[in-house]
């Protein structure tokens, strides 16, 4: 068998793969690289199947090898009719050079002479339908005498030239209409003995001239018709919306008469900026007296303690006094109050100790703490213990032994005399064995790692707490917070990223921050808004109008049975009474309560220092 061409063997090669798979049902990559190399190499029959018979029994190989060596044969008679057309036309060459003459009945006609023989002779009506279709043919070869693409490609023109002469003979397309040859032709230019155009009863026929002009007149004649256009239509669009019955007055302009202001008029403006200036300042004066004295902080602390309600009557007798006294307290018994005896003995009464409401239900025990070498020992004896588990099952027969571990490095010492026997087969096998466990490790790998919902819910559980058995609460006391935006945002998106509750009420002089979550969330927010955030960076005015630093206090810090807030939203309260009664809504005054009187005593305390 001869030598192929890399081209020819890769032509050769889906053929060679669709024998293989066939003849052993499935793609061998090994056997197919064999019969690839043999091709290439030109090999005969038995030397192919000697090749084959390390990866086949005897049989299968010659039988494989019979079919490549047929498949090759056929490969090679079907591409010789090229080589040979090829041949013929050297030879004709070479013929003509030798006599000298261009004519040659064997050589392959050109293209013009091809398509003049296969045209039908011109006639006086055209029809599509009557034009016979030439044999498919590429420059006047025979598709028979292409290779594979050229001859598809004829095939195809072949087939689309039939559809067309089969839709037309059918009717499914109108034929071309036939036009005679007479009628194309154009009318005869008759001319008399003086050279003037007449027509065929000898009349004289008056011809259009051009009379040439400058291409400026041109545009200066349709400019002229273009404005009178546009003037009757704009004429045309005023006329359509005018009544004629109707007079029409011109628009006149109003005359502006002089007005003059009353005598005395700024002076009382003046009066009045004076007045206004002077309370003012006399207002400043009291109030700083006042604070001077002590006297408005006390003023605001009475307020505050009147709208918390901790001004009532005092009772005449408490509760816990009742079990003893015998009607009141005036009821006197001598100098001495009455008091009933048999209500008092020498025992002594504990009141029933109950479960704190922050208390876990149950217990909490303390877990237990391996050292290093411990987890070292408790790791290698559960190991064991799953590699003697696996031993038994393989000895009962309950699991298949698992394949050798090879690899490269210890191929020579685990297979011994088979790597020598055929160390390219050994080594795939090796290699395949190596991409399972890999592959094997991966989809472990794959199966273990989290989902990206997976990963969102293990980070909010992560910031999220449990606040049933309880509640933290911090409450917050800023100087002024309306006018710095930045501040807000840091305010507002840390509470919302750490998962907590509570609110922000903008008042003058008194912003309250209230948030509520787990121990580790307001340790967060405790850093974050009394150390993170820069608060003295910013100047606000204090009720003087004078410019002083700003900062940010933490009031109180406890636990409620429960939260009592929703997501942090902004609030502002112009008035004093619209921010308590906001806080009261939510059931904790207090906070308000707390964080306004020490604004009140911090205010106070800076104008005595």
């Known amino acids: 068998m001869s030598y192929l061409s890399r081209r020819e063997v890769d032509e050769l090669k889906p053929s060679l793969e669709k024998i293989v798979n066939k003849s052993l049902g499935n793609n061998d990559s090994s056997v197919l690289?064999?019969?690839?190399?043999?091709?290439?190499n030109g090999y005969d029959r038995k030397k192919i199947s000697d090749k084959l018979g390390v990866y086949l029994d005897s049989k299968k190989a010659s039988r494989l090898a019979e079919k490549v060596i047929d498949l090759v044969e056929d490969y090679k008679v079907s591409h010789k009719p090229k080589k040979r057309a090829h041949e013929g036309d050297r030879d004709s060459d070479v013929k003509r050079s030798k006599n000298g003459t261009s004519k040659d009945p064997d050589r392959p006609k050109s293209k013009s002479e091809t398509e003049k023989k296969s045209l039908p002779p011109p006639s006086?009506?055209?029809?599509?339908a009557n034009i016979n279709i030439p044999t498919p043919s590429i420059y006047g070869i025979p598709t028979g005498l292409l290779n594979r693409g050229d001859a598809d490609k004829a095939r195809k023109i072949a087939q689309l030239q039939a559809q067309i002469k089969s839709k037309f003979s059918s009717g499914i397309l109108p034929n071309i209409i036939q036009i005679p040859m007479s009628q194309n032709k154009p009318a005869p230019l008759i001319l008399d003995e003086d050279g003037r155009t007449i027509d065929k009863s000898g009349k004289t026929v008056q011809l259009t001239h051009v009379i040439p002009t400058l291409?400026?007149?041109?545009r200066a004649m349709k400019r002229d018709q273009f404005k009178t256009s546009d003037k009757h239509g704009e004429d045309n669009n005023e006329n359509r919306f005018i009544d004629p019955r109707l007079g029409i007055k011109p628009a006149m302009r109003n005359k502006r008469s002089l007005r003059f202001h009353e005598p005395g008029k700024f002076q009382q403006l003046a009066e009045r900026l004076r007045m206004k200036a002077q309370l003012e300042k006399l207002q400043n004066e009291i109030s700083q007296i006042a604070k001077k004295t002590g006297i408005s902080s006390a003023t605001k602390l009475a307020l505050i303690a009147k709208s918390e309600g901790l001004i009532e009557e005092i009772p005449q007798m408490e509760w816990w006094d009742s079990v003893i006294l015998v009607d009141n307290l005036d009821t006197m018994n001598g100098d001495k109050i009455a008091i009933k005896d048999s209500a008092i003995n020498t025992l002594v009464e504990h009141p029933t100790q109950m479960r704190c409401?922050?208390?876990?239900?149950?217990?909490?025990y303390m877990p237990v703490f391996l050292t290093k070498?411990?987890?070292?020992?408790?790791r290698r004896q559960n190991r064991r213990e799953m590699w003697k588990e696996e031993q038994e099952k393989i000895r009962l027969g309950l699991e298949p032994p698992p394949e050798p571990k090879l690899r490269i490095s210890n191929l020579m010492r685990a297979l011994g005399t088979e790597a020598v026997q055929d160390p390219t087969k050994i080594e795939a096998h090796v290699r395949e064995q190596m991409a399972k466990r890999q592959k094997a490790h991966e989809d472990a790998n794959a199966?273990?790692?989290?989902t990206s919902e997976q990963k969102r819910d293990k980070k909010v559980k992560k910031i999220k707490e449990d606040t049933a058995l309880g509640t933290n609460v911090s409450v917050y006391r800023i100087r002024d917070l309306q006018g710095l935006a930045s501040k807000k945002f840091k305010v507002e998106t840390n509470a919302k990223q750490l998962f907590m509750t509570g609110c922000v009420l903008l008042y003058p002089d008194c912003c309250v921050v209230v948030v509520e979550g787990g121990p580790k969330q307001q340790k967060k927010y405790k850093r974050l808004m009394l150390n993170r955030i820069k608060w003295e960076e910013?100047?606000?005015?204090?009720?003087d109008g004078k410019e002083v630093p700003n900062k940010c206090i933490l009031v109180w810090e406890g636990t409620t049975k429960q939260r009592n807030f929703g997501e942090v939203k902004f609030k502002v309260c112009p008035t004093e009474k619209l921010a308590r009664e906001h806080f009261k809504k939510h059931k904790v005054e207090h906070y308000w309560d707390l964080a306004y009187s020490g604004a009140v005593l911090e205010q106070s305390n800076d104008v005595v220092e």
């Open 215 to 218: 291409k400026a007149n041109m």
């Open 124 to 128: 006086k009506n055209i029809s599509i």
């Open 373 to 378: 070498k411990e987890r070292k020992k408790l």
């Open 538 to 543: 910013d100047l606000v005015k204090d009720p």
């Open 447 to 450: 199966a273990r790692k989290l």
């Open 357 to 364: 409401p922050t208390d876990p239900i149950k217990p909490v």
């Open 33 to 40: 690289r064999t019969v690839t190399d043999c091709v290439s």
